[in-house]
């Protein structure tokens, strides 16, 4: 294994997992096997609660760890907004991307946080979800704030590498950049035409 320190490493930063030393044997085993990188992240419902009740229901996420959230439904589209609605989830994941990539990469670099917090926003018209074929049916924009505080002995070159390799290395925010093909199957049963057009009206 190559111990050799990273030239803008800080060897006083002590603090937290050796992400380095984590990453190696990985990085070693995706170059001689590259299908091995490839991971798959999960979420789903399972149609908990009352289903006649479209303002509130529950998803389930995590590959490994597994938690579930509640999500409600946006007033702006006739819902309650009891809960996160599920662009607030889509927001949630950008910013926990983008502060786990700073953190990660802070960690490799030997940088110190001092602070940081990040702030994703997403601005869609819901005119789209509502009907109106002029409006697309997506979020038009998004904005990430990141606030990082480090600490004052960090060079300048170490803070500008970590912020461009934390921005490069945000999965969720490079998705969200790029067009990505996402595939949707139902299965759904139809009822063939035939039995309504035999039922009794």
Do not use: K
């Not at 502060?99 to 819901?126: C, F, I, N, P, W």
């Not at 005119?127 to 697309?136: A, H, N």
């Amino acid at each position: 294994m190559n111990t050799q320190q990273h030239p803008l490493a800080n060897p006083d930063v002590q603090a937290g997992p050796d992400v380095r030393s984590r990453q190696a044997p990985l990085r070693a085993a995706y170059r001689s096997d590259p299908a091995s990188a490839v991971v798959t992240d999960l979420a789903w419902t399972g149609g908990e609660g009352d289903l006649a009740n479209p303002m509130l229901g529950r998803v389930h996420l995590g590959s490994h760890a597994v938690s579930h959230l509640d999500y409600g439904v946006h007033h702006a589209i006739g819902g309650t907004h009891e809960a996160p609605v599920p662009g607030d989830l889509l927001c949630a994941a950008l910013a926990a991307c983008q502060e786990s990539s700073l953190r990660m990469v802070a960690s490799v670099l030997g940088v110190r946080l001092l602070q940081l917090g990040v702030t994703a926003r997403g601005h869609v018209d819901v005119r789209g979800t509502l009907g109106d074929p002029l409006v697309p049916v997506a979020f038009q924009s998004f904005e990430v704030s990141v606030r990082l505080r480090a600490a004052p002995d960090t060079h300048p070159q170490r803070l500008r590498q970590l912020l461009r390799a934390a921005e490069r290395s945000c999965v969720v925010l490079q998705t969200l950049r790029s067009a990505v093909p996402v595939v949707v199957e139902f299965d759904a049963p139809v009822i063939p035409d035939n039995i309504h057009q035999g039922a009794n009206p």
